[in-house]
């Protein structure tokens, strides 16, 4: 069974610049999120789909971050314009979507603002 | 709202040596509680996962944690510690009810010294 892929891996950009990130989750999986971890911390919730609807999306800086899952699918997580805060890396997960509330990750996205 | 504390940030272990990592959560209920382990530049895998029954839970690689409700801690375990455990611990809580979404502790780096 194949696992979550994401890409970028990594990637650099300058400050005030946009950028990104996609996620496939694994197939069959209702439940998508979107978790940042900043360097020394544990993950954090940024958003929560379920199926193409947003479950949770509390923690999202909406001023500058914006996430999108169409069809169900693939998600797309997007910061324009970044700033130098929001170096991290950038965790796509997801989980069957029943009661059980296990969580299975991708490898993630680093992204370094300069 | 739900909360994970690991208080210890670094862990230095002899090869062979026992390990335990703590954990302590905030929830009203009894929480489903997970341990995963980050190696570098890798996503989270799952090492453990506590939903009910026996509160002693066996884990992938020889990792066990007992889930202790009066002291609402879910410390992890390994009777003999491996130069390949050297990785990033983290500890999380869900909430049984609603969608599943998990809380992560700050995390524990072990270190492992010959």
């Known amino acids: 069974e194949a696992g979550v892929a994401q890409s970028p891996r990594y990637k650099i950009i300058e400050k005030r610049q946009s950028v990104a990130f996609w996620c496939n989750p694994i197939?069959?999986?209702?439940?998508l999120y979107w978790y940042q971890q900043i360097l020394g911390q544990g993950p954090k919730l940024l958003i929560q789909?379920?199926?193409?609807?947003?479950?949770?999306d509390s923690q999202l800086p909406k001023d500058r971050f914006s996430a999108e899952r169409l069809k169900g699918v693939d998600s797309t997580l997007k910061i324009q314009p970044a700033k130098l805060e929001d170096s991290a890396v950038y965790l796509c997960?997801?989980?069957?979507?029943?009661?059980?509330?296990?969580?299975?990750f991708g490898e993630g996205s680093r992204l370094t603002v300069l | 709202a739900q909360s994970v504390t690991q208080p210890d940030i670094h862990i230095t272990v002899s090869e062979g040596a026992s390990l335990e990592l703590r954990c302590n959560y905030s929830?009203?209920?009894?929480?489903?509680l997970f341990w995963y382990v980050q190696s570098p530049g890798q996503g989270l895998q799952l090492l453990l996962k506590?939903?009910?029954?026996?509160?002693l839970v066996q884990g992938i690689k020889g990792f066990e944690a007992e889930f202790k409700r009066s002291q609402s801690s879910f410390n992890l375990r390994k009777p003999s510690v491996h130069w390949s455990d050297a990785a990033e611990y983290f500890c999380?809580?869900?909430?049984?009810?609603?969608?599943?979404?998990?809380?992560f502790g700050k995390g524990t780096m072990l270190l492992v010294s010959p």
């Open positions: 997960a997801s989980s069957p979507g029943t009661a059980t509330g296990e969580l299975f």
């Open positions: 197939s069959g999986h209702a439940t």
């Open positions: 789909f379920q199926n193409n609807g947003v479950v949770d």
């Open positions: 929830y009203g209920a009894t929480p489903y």
């Open positions: 506590y939903f009910s029954g026996d509160t």
């Open positions: 999380a809580v869900g909430a049984r009810s609603g969608y599943s979404t998990l809380t």
